[in-house]
């Protein structure tokens, strides 16, 4: 079992800048791939971004390329998304999950685990 809280979520102008936490708890996260996925009110669940378990690799969506960087700190059980040059269609609530793969995954249903979400409120 895996346990996963989020936390940093919040309202942000347009521009600005939030870094979110996913503290995890349970079998050794460490040893798998890590990602974030959101939802916006009446959309579905989207891939945001992906870390191997090494941290070494990542991969990110289109949408958030270049604005965004996820991390990892294995020692901590935390995996961080960095959020910059916010959007007001970064709107959604941001979801941590954990994956029983070693290699980066961006489709939601090959993540096992998944935390409560915490929401990111971007105004313009």
């Known amino acids: 079992q895996v346990q996963l809280v989020e936390s940093g979520g919040g309202l942000v102008q347009a521009g600005g800048s939030l870094r979110l936490s996913c503290a995890a708890s349970g079998r050794s996260v460490g040893n798998y791939a890590m990602g974030w996925f959101r939802q916006a009110p009446g959309q579905e669940r989207d891939f945001v971004a992906a870390?191997?378990?090494?941290?070494?690799?990542?991969y990110y969506a289109d949408s958030v390329k270049g604005r965004f960087t996820i991390s990892r700190d294995n020692a901590k059980k935390t995996v961080y998304l960095q959020m910059n040059s916010l959007k007001p269609e970064d709107t959604a609530v941001y979801y941590c999950?954990?994956?029983?793969?070693?290699?980066?995954?961006?489709?939601?249903?090959?993540?096992?685990?998944w935390g409560q979400g915490t929401q990111v409120t971007v105004s313009s």
């Open positions: 870390i191997n378990w090494s941290g070494g690799n990542t």
């Open positions: 999950a954990s994956t029983s793969y070693y290699s980066l995954r961006s489709r939601s249903g090959e993540y096992d685990y």
